[in-house]
């Protein structure tokens, strides 16, 4: 009974929560960049940011900002998109960022093979894992979040490469994400370093 209690007052304190985090977004964010993308982006590479929400990551980046909604509060406005077309040429960007997108997304394979036309050749993408009873129990939460349901569209590390391997996405290297880095949310994360 306890249990329960706890589970439904996380469930309805999650919003709340994720509404306080996004106020201390930039540091923490460059906390990430510093460490998981910078060692596998140059100064001068043109980058994308798909899914930019706050537009921390793009700042710091110097990344082209395209969401579905502008939830800025940092740096230029995104360019807004439907989620599935993204509005730029074949081969426009040397790296493509994805970050906690996907579990957001109805239509995972058409955006896939979008982030896959518009980069020259380089991919990131960053996702919760339910690798364990415990993530997959935090993913079905956070599929009850404003930022779009979707409690399918969450995948284990096997299914992640699965997919990757459908699209012809080469995997270069993937990184663990510690459970600390949101200590509100400490689901299990993969960082995908993809090649085409």
Not at 30 to 59: A, C, M
Request: glycine share 4%.
């Amino acid at each position: 009974m306890i249990l329960l209690l706890l589970f439904l007052l996380y469930v309805l304190l999650v919003p709340y929560l994720e509404k306080h985090q996004r106020t201390r977004d930039f540091k923490h964010k460059e906390k990430l960049v510093n460490r998981y993308i910078l060692p596998f982006v140059n100064k001068e590479d043109l980058i994308l940011d798909v899914g930019s929400g706050s537009g921390s990551i793009s700042k710091i980046l110097n990344a082209e900002p395209l969401d579905v909604v502008d939830l800025h509060e940092v740096g230029i406005p995104p360019t807004i998109f439907d989620g599935k077309n993204i509005p730029y040429a074949d081969h426009t960007f040397d790296v493509v960022l994805s970050i906690s997108v996907l579990h957001h997304t109805q239509d995972q394979k058409k955006l896939l093979e979008e982030l896959k036309r518009v980069s020259k050749d380089k991919i990131i993408i960053f996702e919760d894992v339910p690798d364990s009873f415990i993530d997959s129990c935090l993913c079905r939460i956070h599929s009850l979040s404003a930022y779009g349901r979707c409690s399918e569209c969450f995948h284990t590390t096997n299914e992640w490469y699965r997919i990757f391997n459908y699209h012809g996405l080469r995997i270069n290297k993937v990184l663990d994400v510690p459970r600390s880095y949101s200590l509100l949310y400490p689901v299990k994360r993969k960082m995908f370093i993809l090649n085409k």
